[in-house]
């Protein structure tokens, strides 16, 4: 069974930094895109990053310049590098994992509303206060 499990969510200030992990298990050897997904009270969920078998990464406009998100293929896992946190950062955050589209356009299938991820982490809540 595949697991995806996130670590590293907690309170931080404004303007601050934070380092999330997400570790994968049993996943399929078809190529996975892999993401990080975020939901705000009273919000849906939104793609947050999305990073392809190839390496090649895609964020949302608002963290586009302060996010970074990455993979170590050796350790299986993913992370989201978090940097000038501001308010409208505050969400649970989610691990996502998909094999249906081998790991390419990662982007696409993530902003697509008729899309559903295959994988998906329990979440990790981040809180960004002043």
């Known amino acids: 069974q595949v697991r995806l499990v996130e670590s590293g969510g907690g309170s931080v200030q404004r303007g601050g930094s934070q380092r999330l992990s997400c570790v994968a298990s049993?996943?399929?050897?078809?190529?996975?895109?892999m993401a990080w997904f975020r939901q705000a009270p009273g919000q849906k969920r939104g793609v947050v990053a999305t990073?392809?078998?190839?390496?090649?990464?895609t964020y949302a406009p608002s963290v586009k310049g302060r996010f970074t998100i990455s993979r170590d293929r050796t350790k299986d896992a993913l992370y989201l590098q978090m940097d000038n946190l501001g308010p409208g950062d505050t969400a649970l955050y989610y691990c996502?994992?998909?094999?249906?589209?081998?790991?390419?356009?990662?982007?696409?299938?993530?902003?697509?509303?008729?899309?559903?991820?295959?994988?998906w982490g329990q979440g990790t809540q981040v809180t960004v206060s002043s």
């Open positions: 049993g996943l399929p050897t078809t190529p996975p895109c």
């Open positions: 996502a994992a998909d094999v249906a589209t081998g790991g390419r356009n990662c982007w696409t299938s993530a902003t697509s509303v008729e899309y559903r991820w295959d994988f």
């Open positions: 990073i392809d078998n190839d390496g090649t990464t």
